[in-house]
């Protein structure tokens, strides 16, 4: 199933990730932000259960910021997993 993560403080504007049936990543496209950086980390987590993306992204800071895409991206798949 396909779900839209809407990031917050960051400046990817969109998330579409692809999830089957046993919580694996399949595919993961983001809309705007650093566009080399979110291709590396699209590829890196396509295959990986979600649970383990939310364990290796959460609470990495881009620069200044209290935030980042990829934790903006950990943050938006924990409540896709609750479902």
Same mark, same amino acid.
């Given at each position: 199933? !396909?779900? !839209?993560?809407? =990031?917050?403080?960051?400046?990817?504007?969109?998330?579409?990730v692809? $999830? %089957?049936?046993? #919580?694996v990543?399949? #595919?993961?496209?983001?809309? /705007? /932000?650093? +566009? /080399? #950086?979110?291709?590396?980390?699209?590829?890196?987590?396509?295959?990986? *259960?979600?649970?383990?993306? $939310?364990?290796?992204?959460?609470?990495?800071?881009?620069? &200044? *910021? %209290? !935030? +980042?895409? =990829? %934790?903006? &991206?950990? *943050?938006?798949?924990?409540p $896709?997993?609750? *479902?």
């Amino acid at each position: 199933m !396909t779900y !839209t993560i809407q =990031p917050k403080g960051v400046c990817a504007h969109a998330m579409q990730v692809e $999830i %089957d049936e046993e #919580n694996v990543i399949q #595919n993961l496209q983001v809309m /705007g /932000g650093c +566009s /080399g #950086n979110l291709q590396g980390i699209a590829a890196l987590v396509k295959g990986m *259960k979600a649970e383990e993306a $939310i364990q290796r992204l959460q609470g990495i800071r881009c620069g &200044f *910021k %209290d !935030t +980042s895409c =990829p %934790d903006q &991206f950990a *943050k938006g798949l924990e409540p $896709i997993l609750e *479902k």
